[in-house]
């Protein structure tokens, strides 16, 4: 069993940054992709980016990539998101994810969930 606690949303102007940190509980943290995930109000959950186990392969959605840059620190159980060059349309309630395998990384289909961090970008 995994619990992972985001933290690090808040509010912020059009070309700002923010920094997300997934803090996940238990001693397996190094055998779990991490994902991180958004989802806006009325629309469906979409894929960011994904980091591999030891952190050697990463995967960017092409709506934020050169933008947003993922890494682990599995000495402290934790994955962040560094996000840059905000735009309005980044504007979601933020969700990191665990999963076992690399395979279908971009599918909302992952074993353990947090609970979100709300990002909003004004304009």
């Known amino acids: 069993q995994v619990q992972l606690v985001e933290s690090g949303g808040g509010l912020v102007q059009v070309g700002g940054s923010l920094r997300l940190s997934c803090a996940a509980s238990?001693?397996?943290?190094?055998?779990?992709?991490m994902g991180w995930f958004r989802q806006a109000p009325g629309k469906e959950r979409e894929f960011v980016v994904a980091i591999s186990q030891i952190g050697g392969s990463t995967y960017y959605a092409n709506s934020v990539k050169g933008r947003f840059t993922i890494s682990r620190d599995n000495a402290k159980n934790t994955v962040y998101l560094q996000m840059n060059s905000l735009k309005p349309e980044d504007t979601a309630v933020y969700y990191c994810?665990?999963?076992?395998?690399?395979?279908?990384?971009?599918?909302?289909?992952?074993?353990?969930w947090g609970q979100g961090t709300q990002v909003t970008v004004s304009s």
């Open positions: 994810a665990a999963k076992m395998s690399w395979d279908r990384v971009v599918v909302p289909e992952y074993d353990y």
């Open positions: 238990g001693r397996t943290f190094s055998t779990y992709v």
